[in-house]
Structures are given as C-alpha cells and as structure tokens.
C-alpha cells in the first residue's frame, strides 16, 4: 500500500471512529483501488498508538477510553504456565530437551550462583546469552509477581491511564512487562518501550511475542546511560503526533538497575524530562540491604534537589526536612509457587563438569519469595497521604531526642512488616524527618491500637499516646505501643 492509500486508511479512520466502530472491510471501500481488508487492517494497527485504537476482538477499532486504569487484582500465586512453556522452548532450542541435566544444567547453576555472588558484592553482571536465559530461570518469576503488585497500586490509586505510554529502562528479560501486560484488560492501549543493551533482549523479545493486540512494544538495545529518552516525545520514534498531543510517559520504571549504575541520580533526572506531568517514575530495586538502602539513596537525592517528588510509600510529612536514617525499607508478599523450570533445574543431574560441586544445596536453585523496595516518584508534587501535620498537637521525629519517655502524638508510615524475631512485633516507621531509625513496638495489643499490625505496608498511621524510648543496642529510637496508646490509619 502506497503512502497516499495509507493516508486514506488513516483518515477515514480520524472520521469513523467519532461515529461506529472501525472495520476494515468497510474502510477498503473508500480508499484507492480498495487495498485488501488485511492490508488496511495492518495500516490501522501500525497507526493505533497515534490514532488512540484498540482492536476489538472481532477485528474492529475503536478509540481506547479516556478514562483511568481499573482492573481487578487479588495478589499472585503462581508465574504464567504460558510463560513458562515459552522460557523452557528457550532453554530446549539452546541445549535441548535435557537442558536441566549435565554439562548445561550444570552451567545454568553456576551461571545462577556467579549472579547471586556478583549482587551481593555489589559487581557489576555481563549478560551473554546463557547469563541471561539463567538470570530468566531464577528471576523472570518473581520479577513479575513484584510488577504486579506495584503496578497494581498506581492502577488502585487511578494514576494510570487507559491509554498508556511505557518506558522500562534496563528491562532485562522481561519480568516486569509480563507483569503489566497480564494486569491490565484487554481495551487498554499500550506504548511500551524498553531500553536493554545486553543479550537479555533477545530473551525480552522473545517474551514480548506473546503480548496481546494492544500492546505495542519497541525495544532499543542501548545503555540506559547512553539513550535518549526525549527522542520519543518528540515524534522520533512514536509518541507526539498531531493526534496524540500528550507530553511524556505516563509510566517510567527502573526495575532493578539503578544498583548497576555508574550514577544513577544523574540518570533518572535526565529520564524524568521524558515523564509526563502527571506520570509516575517507579523505582524498584530487591529487598536486600545494599540495594534497598541505595534505592532509598537515589530517592530522596533526586527528591531533595528536584523537580521529582515522592508520591509514596516513604511519605514526607513535614516540609523543610529530610530524612537521614539509613531506611533499609521493603515490602514482604507472599510466596508464589515454585515453577517447574525452576524445580526440574534445582533437581536436575549433575554432569561430568565439575560445576555442580559437593556444595550444592536442596532448594538452591529455586526462587519464589517476593520481597522488593520501591519508590514512586512524581513531577506535580502529588503524595499518596497528602496533608501536613499540626506541630501543636503533633511531634516530629526529628525531635524524638527531646522527648524520650515522654508520651507523645505522631503520624508516621509504616515502612516494614513485622521485624521481630519471637517477641513484641516490631515495625519500622517513617515521617519524613528522622535522623535515626524508629520503630513501633507492640507490647500490648488492644482494639484501641490494632491498627498498627493490621496496617499495609506504606499505609500512613496517627499514633496516640506512645511512648518514646532509646533503645541504646540498636541506636535507635522505640515508639512503645502499649494499653494506653491509640493507633489509627489515616485515610488516602
């Protein structure tokens, strides 16, 4: 189809779809020499993220709703058997139906092990070919479950839109795109682009194949560091055309990169020029104290100098101050089922190698908890609990060390689940301005305060009548919650 008949394709469907939806095997009527249904049905799928179209299941468009993003979620208990299946054709086209036995069962292992050492000291991973389908084995699951608990509650607090443009820096082999994908209906329009240099593309790729009419995804095998996400809203690459008038992604998300980064402040501030003013950057990084702690790191850096503002779940409550506790901060679901890839790999066969040494440990090899901390990030200012405390009633963590044993009021986040380890409940706790670590101690449940277990993690609490006391092993402050102190969640 020549490019006047594209036009024609284009511009019958501007009209139509004002009117009823748009089917092809009417528009071909109108345009020159009635090109097949089929081409014009490619011209209107190449053309939906400008035009705002989505495909209906009997092949029709229509425009995607101008509304927020709703969908029904109810946790994760298990990774996609289609998934699966997909990730096992990998492993069996490299290394054949036997992949998790011998030499490459044993190669898959201590590429797995070398990948779990190289993060904990904090190296920097390089991802060949067979790096990658081993980081996919371990982590592709529960990569996924994170992303869609995360991504669940910006849907839950209406801050994603149905029509939705996507942009997933160092988006690895594609847990997180799974992840959204799955979560959203089936008439939401998606302009997805991932940025990823290594050969975890191919692997991305690959899962992208199976992502439904509506998505429309676009990889860029670049570094993070060297892209420039600004050519995407200026019409270079999708996005920003006459039709679509709208600035920026809705959505930027750094899931688990920021650690392997040269200087991931500097990175994410140059990204956010690509955000919407109504977007959201999300920070995602595993539950680890390095990378926790260095997700909390570049957070409150790029919050502290601007334009970036944190919508949630470590809330600044009070303005003028910042936090300097170290904040190893993250949230805990629960287990999802261990997928039979990961399972038939744990279980598999050493061969002649040498790799699968006397080390090797049951369960080693599988990888079904979700832990993660995360951050949201906005360019308007907006916050999750948005409302300053009055300092007449209220105390600031800033100033815990003036009030030690005295019985005081708070509103602060519950920033962890429970930290003890068989004695009073133990949780983290933040307002924005400390300078050390707090943490609500339960000594003595009641109706009065049963809100401080009940609460989710990031929920925003008033404390009332607690007790404040230095706990002088942990050099840290002790919020006592006992019989006499009121805890209430605040509403968002």
Known sequence: MNADQREQVRSNAKYLREVRPIDPDEIHEYVDGQPHPAAVKQVLRESAVDLGLVEREDGTFKPVDEEPLSTAFHGVEAFPVEHGRLLEDMLVERYGAGWPDGDSGDRLRERIRAIKDDYYHQRDVAYDAETALAYAVYHLPDYYAVAQYVLADLIRDGLLPKRLRVLDVGAGVGGPALGLHDLLPEDALVDYHAVEPSDAADVLEAMLAETGRNVYPTIHRETAESFDPAALIEGESGGGSDEDDRAGFDLILFSNVLSELDDPESVVRRYTDALAPDGTIVGLAPAD?????????VERAVADRGPLAIYGPTVRLWPGVTPADDCWSFDVKPD????????????????????????????????????YAYTFLRR?????????????????????????TDRLNYYAAKLSHDLSEGGNDLFRVGDGSQQVDHFAVLTE??????????????????????????NDDEEAYNLVVDGETVVDRVPV
């Open 289 to 297: 104290r390095n990378t926790a702690i260095g997700l909390r790191e």
């Open 336 to 371: 999802i089922e261990v997928p039979a890839f990961q399972r038939r790999l744990d279980e598999g066969d050493p061969g002649e190698s040498g790799l699968d040494g006397p080390e090797r440990r049951d369960g080693e090899f599988v990888n079904a908890d979700v832990q």
């Open 380 to 404: 308007d200012g907006r916050r999750r609990v948005d409302f300053t405390p009055d300092d007449s009633r209220v105390a600031r963590f800033a100033d815990s060390d003036d009030h030690v």
């Open 445 to 470: 449940e009641s109706t009065l305060n049963a809100d401080l277990r009940a609460a989710d993690y990031g929920d925003v609490l008033s404390f009332e009548n607690v007790l404040v006391l230095w």
